[in-house]
């Protein structure tokens, strides 16, 4: 089956971003395909690579950078949510006079209409938030 | 509110499945001010509607508060985006249900909401209510019919 993924809240405050990770793994691991992870509302927070948790937590962001550089996952973070909320890649920083990026390695910032192309792609698409 | 990356022709329409039409419900169940979802919703309404998927919108539990009248913002410092829902209609987007009982439950009619109408195309462009208050029940049933389910 063809899943698409929406994660709709930021990392470590909901469940969210972990459940949609779990969900994710399990189903690659079962042999499905998923054609995308899209990242909206708070969800943004979870493609910051500046985010350094406790050593012995779990690190969500880094969980999705592994799992997107082992199976080719393509990780979207909508942009203007992002820009909302202080997620920049490399373009974005400097058209906006920034003097750095954040974005994580494995995730891109591109617009809501990566979220309906997976809903009209996708067998399912597959929503976690609050 | 679109930039340029949002624009279907300039991103992820290519890949053949385009001319895709499939049945979109956008579920609103949250206030309008307090938390950004709804304001975020109607983000995702308007540029999905470049999609020209068949786009019906539900309003339930707080939701229903999205489309009442004579929303004013002044006092929290937050802009009143409410006047947006009145321009969907120019978008396509002329299914608005809401759920009877969750206006009743906050002591709500459809007389507390906006009037919100569309041109009827197929109608000598007359003009109809967007909004349809409809049962918990006619509510699951409109869910059942839907290929993909957005809940804010």
């Known amino acids: 089956m063809k899943f698409g993924i929406v994660v709709n809240e930021g990392p470590y405050t909901h469940q969210a971003s972990d459940s949609a990770y779990q969900f994710t793994k399990a189903a690659l691991e079962k042999g499905h395909e998923v054609f995308r992870v899209f990242f909206y509302h708070d969800g943004v927070n979870n493609g910051t690579r500046l985010t350094v948790p406790p050593q012995d937590e779990r690190h969500i962001q880094r969980n999705w950078s592994s799992l997107a550089e082992e199976h080719n996952l393509d990780l979207v973070v909508c942009i203007a949510a992002a820009q909302r909320r202080g997620i920049l890649d490399a373009d974005e920083a400097k058209r906006q006079g920034k003097d750095t990026d954040n974005i994580a390695p494995g995730f891109r910032i591109s617009g809501l209409g990566q979220l309906i192309e997976a809903g009209i792609q996708c067998d399912r698409l597959v929503i976690f938030g609050d | ?152």
């Open chain 2, 1 to 152: 509110m679109a930039s340029e990356a949002d624009k279907p022709e300039a991103e992820g329409a290519e890949g053949g499945g385009a001319e895709v039409t499939k049945k979109f419900l956008y579920v609103n169940r949250k206030a309008p001010y307090g938390t950004i979802y709804a304001l975020e919703s109607l983000e995702v309404v308007l540029i999905g509607a470049a999609f020209e998927q068949d786009v019906s919108l539900a309003f339930l539990d707080d939701g229903v508060y999205q489309l009442t009248k004579n929303q004013d913002t002044k006092g929290i410092g937050v802009k009143n985006f409410s006047p947006t829902y009145k321009a969907l209609g120019d978008y396509e987007v002329t299914k608005l249900y809401v759920e009877k009982e969750s206006l009743a439950e906050r002591g709500l009619t459809e007389a507390d909401l906006m009037e919100i109408t569309y041109e009827d195309e197929d109608d000598d462009w007359a003009e109809k209510p967007s909004i349809r208050v409809v049962s918990r029940e006619e509510m699951a049933e409109i869910m059942a019919e839907q290929d993909v389910i957005l809940s804010f």
